[in-house]
């Protein structure tokens, strides 16, 4: 397994700076489907609100692109907040989502358990209810390499949150109420379970320096998203022995029945090349016919990472008879597209 060697270069311009300046690039990027406010700092689908249906907002710290913003669009999110780099937006912003995504049948908000991320939209929340607007909330929580973290109490939300936003984003796009909206959502995050692996840390562009230490020969065995410790240390494995552990620890917590069909998802946490990517899907597979569970849907790519950090996640979604339907429903935005 190869090792990225840190670098401290950025292509930014002034670090404090580099938030909205990539926000500019989106928008310019993707005119036919987004567009930003860039005086609430808040990331919009191109035709928000949508009348009659309900709205989804998430939300969290930049640097896990293409999370959030890279989601919003026909059939994922009407809105994202993104804060400052690994730092939670303010409530401000998810109130000014709120209400620009408000089509008359609610909205709902998508929460990772991260305290900053927890607080900020419970207060959001309760200023919309006071502006007569009806709003859900939906916590994932879906990493089972800890009990409790950095920045947590109880489990970290992590790859499932991209999986519940397409899945929920479709029920939307479907016509569902708010109730059945939050119901899948929260049905998705319960049959959900994920864990991450780094080899490097990243580097911030305001610190210039990596967030922790790490030898050449050693990994971060259940590393956070923003690079918080996981359950240890240790020297560098073979694909195959990582994957197996991982997938024992997740399908462990997850317990499907014999026979189950499962969503796949190997991310690349930024700084993984695709053909490292897939070789984990493959010990994966091997793994999922040990358990005799199959991948039915498989998502393979970097969708939420941090920064540049090399390392890898697992997210495994346990699907019943509605979940694939929604999965397969088209989506068009920046970052997942599919179906007409």
Known sequence: MSVVTQTL?????????????????????H?????????????????????GKVGLVSGGGSGHEPLHGGFVGRGMLDAACPGEIFTSPVPDQMLAATKAVDGGAGVLHIVKNYTG???????????????????????????????DSLWTAGRRGVGVTVILEKVAGAKAEAGGTLAEVAAVA?????????FGVALTSCVTPSAGSPTFDIGPDEMEFGVGIHGEPGRRREKIR??????????DAILG???PAKGAKVLAFVNGLGGTPAIELYVAYAELTKQLERYGVTAARSLVGNYITSLEMAGISITLLELDDELPALWDAPVHTPALRWGT
């Open 31 to 51: 005119p036919d489907l987004l567009r930003v406010d860039f005086t609430n700092q808040v990331v919009l689908r191109k035709d928000a609100p949508v009348a």
């Open 186 to 194: 929260t049905r998705v995050n319960d049959r959900g379970r994920s």
């Open 117 to 147: 991320d927890v607080m900020n939209f419970k207060l959001a929340a309760e200023l919309a209810d006071d502006d007569g607007i009806k709003v859900e909330s939906v916590l994932t929580n879906d990493d089972v390499a800890v009990e």
């Open 253 to 255: 917590d997850l317990k």
């Open 9 to 29: 270069k950025k292509f930014v311009n002034a670090p404090e700076d580099v938030v909205k300046e990539s926000l500019a690039g989106l928008a310019a990027a």
């Open 238 to 247: 073979s694909a195959a022995e990582i994957v197996e552990e991982r997938a």
